[in-house]
């Protein structure tokens, strides 16, 4: 059973920059895709940026070139590099897994991330 620990987030202004990170456990986290999912209120989740045990990226539009994922597979570690915060990308924002058949298959705890105006 895989475990996801996130951090980081925090209220930042538009135009700020904020960076989250995620510790897994209990798995081969190497062999993983691993993404970033975020749920504003009143909103469905939207999984923003997924990266697989390659490096291979994938990005939603709305975060495209402000939004930057990247792993550390010796440290089990993803991160999420955000700048050019827009209120729009106020939510929280949760670690996951992702499954071969590109479902999630495990979220973190969830970390709230607030951009004001």
């Known amino acids: 059973q895989v475990r996801l620990v996130e951090s980081g987030g925090g209220l930042v202004q538009a135009g700020g920059s904020l960076t989250l990170s995620c510790a897994a456990s209990?798995?081969?986290?190497?062999?993983?895709?691993m993404g970033w999912s975020r749920q504003a209120p009143g909103k469905q989740r939207e999984l923003v940026a997924r990266?697989?045990?390659?490096?291979?990226?994938n990005y939603a539009d709305s975060v495209k070139g402000r939004f930057t994922i990247s792993r550390d597979n010796a440290k089990s570690t993803v991160s999420l590099q955000m700048i050019s915060l827009k209120p729009e990308d106020t939510a929280v924002y949760y670690c996951?897994?992702?499954?071969?058949?590109?479902?999630?298959?495990?979220w973190g705890q969830g970390t709230q991330v607030t951009v004001s105006s």
């Open positions: 996951v897994r992702i499954s071969n058949r590109g479902e999630i298959a495990a």
């Open positions: 209990g798995s081969i986290f190497s062999i993983n895709t």
């Open positions: 990266i697989s045990s390659n490096g291979r990226t």
